[in-house]
Each structure stands twice: as structure tokens, then as C-alpha cells.
């Protein structure tokens, strides 16, 4: 079956980086657009980045894209999310997600907690 599973999470201080990995299987992942996403305490899911074995685009808003870049290894199944600069306002949970068959999958998530 479609399986997401994000990790990289953790505690970084402001202005640090992260990487985070979405190890993916059960369908054809060099076929499939995967984004990333996010849920910040109290607020909505964002939509971060998105990538396919084509194209990548990210969130147009400068404090995002000057930020992170997203990238992917379609030999291991492996999608990325490069985390730069970190904020404390970026104390999130982090998701990936696809579309498969009509159906969107997520991962359960790795947290990020951005503090000093």
C-alpha cells in the first residue's frame, strides 16, 4: 500500500538548518508529484514545496522560498526538504503527500520545534 514516512525532525535554534526525508513506496514514485507541507500550532496546513521527476516549485512568498529547497532521488524513493534559516514562526509539524489513484496519502509527520 502507499506509504509516506517523514524523519530529520527535531529541535534546531533559530537560524539553523534542517533536512527532512519522506521515504516513499508502494506506487510509482518517479511518476508522482509529492509535496511537502506543514501545520503550525493553532493554525491551517501550508503548502511548502512541490516536486516531481521534472519540475519543482515552492510556495511564492520570499520568506519561503528563500528558505528551502525541495529535491528528490527517484532511485531511492527518497524526497528532501532543505530547511534554512530557521524561525521560530516555522515551529511546525511537517508533512509529505501524494496523490495516487484519485486518493491523497500523508505521512504521519516529524516535528520541528524552532527554539533557543
Known amino acids: 500500500q502507499v506509504q509516506l514516512v517523514e524523519s530529520g525532525g527535531g529541535l534546531v535554534q533559530p537560524g539553523g538548518s534542517l533536512r527532512l526525508s519522506c521515504a516513499a513506496s508502494g506506487f510509482a514514485f518517479s511518476l508522482r508529484l509529492i509535496g511537502w507541507y506543514c501545520r503550525a500550532p493553532g493554525k491551517e496546513r501550508e503548502f511548502i514545496a512541490v516536486i516531481d521527476s521534472f519540475r519543482a516549485d515552492t510556495k511564492n512568498e520570499d520568506s519561503v522560498k528563500d528558505r528551502v529547497s525541495i529535491s528528490r532521488d527517484n532511485a531511492t524513493k527518497t524526497q528532501y526538504l532543505q530547511m534554512n534559516s530557521r524561525k521560530p514562526e516555522d515551529t511546525a509539524l511537517y508533512y509529505c503527500?501524494?496523490?495516487?489513484?484519485?486518493?491523497?496519502?500523508w505521512g504521519q509527520g516529524t516535528q520541528v520545534p524552532v527554539s533557543s
Open positions: 503527500s501524494t496523490n495516487v489513484g484519485g486518493l491523497n496519502y
